[in-house]
């Protein structure tokens, strides 16, 4: 190993965690490093093809993993510069404060955060600022207290989602604007980097006018001397010194070699599953049970979210382009009738024939792919699964990933659907009345089924922090209890996960946590 390889920090991973640090990190001189498995995203047409993003998976990490019965899996997750901020649908929310307590769900306790709401919040105002994020204060019935309003206005609602929000608030609800990290000038489309088109959630943006972590943060840090960037580089291994309580070397794969660095501090954000593998492939006499794993954490209290789409097909038609622009949060914590949490519900983007072809072979009855397409108001339920030790990452003898996982405190989610279809019910149009709604589609038309084990877009919660270095792998820094000079910053950190988006979180954590290392390296 030569000194060049020697590094005041590394960062592994360039997606929402690593790639907002290194932006925060980057104006400080230090000689800082980030090293990413993936290469950029290819700017081509197909990053706008439904077919090749959807049907295809082009962009799709190839990469097999093991659920718990040992079957293969193929996770629906990107590994490029920028992670998975690439691809995602930049709904930016806050978790709500009361997340950050404990709260009681039908289905057991989330576990409260280390650290408060009040303590988090200056970053989540920093890192809307920083994302672009559009949006209106004071609509969202649950949304938690904020120090400075939203840089830009909320992104407009359609002809057909409008009136969807009107039916919603003549039902008594209180729709309101998703925060979107879209940069969009509505007043004056010239000027607009955003041209509002149907292929935002779930591809990559072709111009660049999504508001990912590579586009915001990677890029701009790059813009510095004393930072660099090395890609195709999947860090395989982390060792430690003598004593066993620092990261002495980061052993990296790179186009079939082994190349080595080293860091004074060395900050893990590969994403919540490959971060927890990572740990738990470097164990070592000092550490048996992985790094910084004396608590037996690592890899367990796997969270995804339990998340579902539905179509509700009608009468009239849904010519909307962007229809990600509403959310309703009224039964966030419960309803009148039901004293437990039930979530979220938004939308996905707008859903056409060929993305339905994949995992849909069905059709509802009366109807085709194309026409259902048409016809339907693709909504996304998001509902809190809790953290079970049982539900974790591990790796087999042969290297490969397994995701032990069993669903649970499903039945507000349940609840969630049924509050959905009450509410579609009572909706209106001027030609068909109440007519109109025809009914809740699961995307592959089996109702109530929720999507699988691969859609990992929201893994988190594997190597949690907290105060008590037993029940916990990092401290409420993100410092490892057993590790010196090692850090988490992507969203394995969660001990519980909201039943929001989770982008947001991570973004405001990394700068939290890069306020404290500049302090440490002062
Ligand atoms: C289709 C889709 C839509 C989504 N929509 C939203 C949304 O609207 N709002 C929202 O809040 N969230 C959304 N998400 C989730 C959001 O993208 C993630 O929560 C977020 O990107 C996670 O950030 P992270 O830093 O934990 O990991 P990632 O962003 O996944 O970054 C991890 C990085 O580490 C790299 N890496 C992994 N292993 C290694 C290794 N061994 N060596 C080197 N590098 C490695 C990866 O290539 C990647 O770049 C969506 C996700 C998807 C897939
Ligand atoms: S142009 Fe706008 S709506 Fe389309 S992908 Fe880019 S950011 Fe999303």
Redesign the pocket.
């Known amino acids: 190993m030569t000194s060049n390889n020697h590094y005041d920090v590394i960062i592994?991973?360039?997606?929402?965690?690593?790639g907002t640090l290194a932006y925060k990190l980057a104006p400080s001189g230090k000689k800082i490093l980030l090293?990413?498995?993936?290469d950029y995203v290819p700017r081509e047409k197909d990053n706008w093809s439904t077919r090749a993003v959807n049907l295809e998976g082009k962009y799709n990490t190839k990469e097999a993993w093991r659920d718990a019965d040992g079957k293969e899996l193929h996770p629906?997750?990107?590994?490029?510069?920028?992670?998975?901020?690439k691809?995602?649908?930049?709904?930016?929310?806050r978790l709500r404060k009361e997340d950050f307590g404990e709260i009681r769900h039908h289905g057991g306790l989330s576990p409260a955060w280390p650290i408060s709401y009040d303590e988090l919040e200056p970053y989540y105002t920093e890192a809307e600022h920083l994302y672009d994020v559009h949006g209106n204060r004071g609509e969202d019935p649950t949304e938690p207290w904020a120090s400075a309003p939203y840089k830009y206005p909320a992104v407009s609602h359609e002809q057909r989602i409008q009136h969807l929000h009107d039916d919603l608030e003549r039902a008594g609800l209180k729709p309101f604007h998703v925060p979107l990290g879209i940069r969009i000038n509505e007043h004056n489309a010239r000027k607009s980097l955003c041209i509002r088109c149907n292929t935002c959630?779930?591809h990559p943006c072709l111009i660049g006018a999504k508001s990912d972590?590579q586009t915001i943060c990677v890029d701009p840090a790059l813009e510095h001397e004393n930072v660099s960037l090395v890609t195709n580089?999947?860090?395989?291994r982390l060792e430690t010194n003598g004593n066993a309580r620092e990261v002495s070397k980061v052993i990296v794969e790179r186009k079939g070699a082994r190349e080595e660095y080293s860091g004074d501090i060395v900050v893990v954000?590969?994403?919540?599953v490959?971060s927890a593998a990572?740990l738990l492939r470097s164990a070592n006499d000092s550490h048996p049970n992985g790094l910084a794993n004396g608590s037996g954490v690592v890899g367990r209290h796997y969270m995804g979210h339990i998340n579902s789409v539905l179509m509700a097909l009608s009468k009239c038609p849904n010519p909307t382009i962007f229809q990600k622009t509403l959310a309703i949060n009224d039964f966030y914590f419960g309803s009148k009738e039901w004293d437990f949490p039930m979530g979220h519900i938004s939308f996905v983007g707008k859903l056409d024939a060929d993305t339905l072809k994949a995992g849909a072979p069905a059709i509802a009855p009366g109807w085709s792919l194309d026409l259902m397409a048409k016809h339907s108001l693709d909504f996304w339920l998001t509902s809190e699964d809790l953290p079970d030790p049982e539900n974790r990452v591990t790796v087999d003898r042969d290297g490969q990933i397994r995701v032990s996982y069993k669903l649970n405190n499903v039945e507000g989610h349940d609840r969630l659907k049924a509050q959905l279809q009450k509410a579609l019910k009572q909706t209106n149009c001027d030609v068909h009345g109440h007519e109109c709604h025809q009914g809740l589609f699961a995307r592959n038309l089996y109702l109530g089924r929720r999507l699988p084990l691969a859609a990992v877009?929201?893994?988190?919660g594997t190597v949690r922090f907290g105060d008590d270095p037993k029940t916990s792998a990092l401290d409420r820094n993100c410092k490892a209890h057993e590790v010196d000079n090692l850090y988490l910053?992507?969203?394995?950190f969660f001990p519980s996960s909201g039943a929001v988006?989770?982008?947001?979180t991570?973004m405001a954590n990394a700068l939290r946590v890069g306020d404290h290392l500049l302090e440490r390296m002062r």
Do not use: M, W
């Open positions: 592994i991973g360039t997606g929402a965690g690593g090293l990413e498995r993936g629906h997750t990107n590994y490029y510069v920028g992670g998975n901020t691809f995602y649908g930049a709904a930016l929310f959630d779930g972590a580089a999947k860090v395989i954000s590969c994403g919540a490959n990572l877009a929201h893994q988190n910053v992507d969203a394995s988006n989770p982008a947001l991570i």
